[in-house]
């Protein structure tokens, strides 16, 4: 049986619970994983948050954080390697302890339809989780792992990407592939603290 992604179509509701933490004796861990892993072979996605699948547990899959093959991907000249390619990273209970620097990327989701999102995220995050052995991490996302994160994080809570742009547009895949190479991944700051950041961006904005 194919796999499918939960929307806000099917049911907003159930995408806005926040999920609970993971028991690392849970029986059912490995086949939640699996899950994951085998939607993320089957569809062009960056990464997935459990509960998209139906599966409302803080567990995390990151399949392509790499920014220079999604760009091509994007132009559509990707290789059949590249189109494959998968980081297949699983995080457990994940959490963001620290947020540093400013980005902003045109964000879209498996759950939000054909709703694009301009999003300002965390240049640098510093994440504590578990791996699938259940040894405790705590590890720095910088670039565009660190959005691609922060994204899937926000599902874990409830948030659609939607409810924290700034702007946002409907285009179907083909219109967004586009859009993107005039609008890309730009980096605003590297360092600083992130909250610091986003208040000073908005109220530049609000002068002009």
């Known amino acids: 049986m ?10 907003e509701k159930y995408l806005r619970q926040v999920s609970v933490n993971v028991n690392l004796n849970d029986k059912n861990l490995k086949n939640d ?11 062009r996605v960056m990464a997935m948050a459990a509960v998209q699948l139906g599966i409302p547990k803080r567990l995390v899959y990151i399949k392509n954080t790499n920014l220079d093959i999604i760009n091509k991907m994007q132009k559509n000249e990707a290789t059949a390697k590249e189109e494959n390619y998968n ?19 045109w964000e879209a989701c498996a759950s939000c339809m054909n709703f694009m999102g301009h999003v300002k995220r965390p240049y640098k995050i510093l994440v504590e989780y578990f791996d699938i052995d259940g040894v405790k991490h705590i590890e720095t996302f910088e670039k565009f792992e660190s959005t691609v994160l922060s994204h899937e994080m926000d599902h874990l809570d409830g948030i659609l990407h939607m409810d924290i742009a700034d702007e946002v547009l409907e285009m179907s895949e083909e219109e967004r592939k586009l859009f993107r190479q005039s609008h890309p991944y730009n980096i605003i700051s590297k360092v600083g603290k992130y909250q610091d950041l986003l208040q000073n961006n908005f109220e530049k904005k609000l002068k002009k």
């Open 2 to 11: 194919k796999i499918k992604a939960i929307t806000i179509k099917d049911n």
């Open 87 to 105: 980081e297949a990273r699983v995080l457990i209970n994940p959490v963001i302890i620290e947020r540093y620097g400013l980005t902003e990327y």
């Open 33 to 43: 994983i699996n899950v994951l892993a085998e939607f993320c072979k089957e569809n």
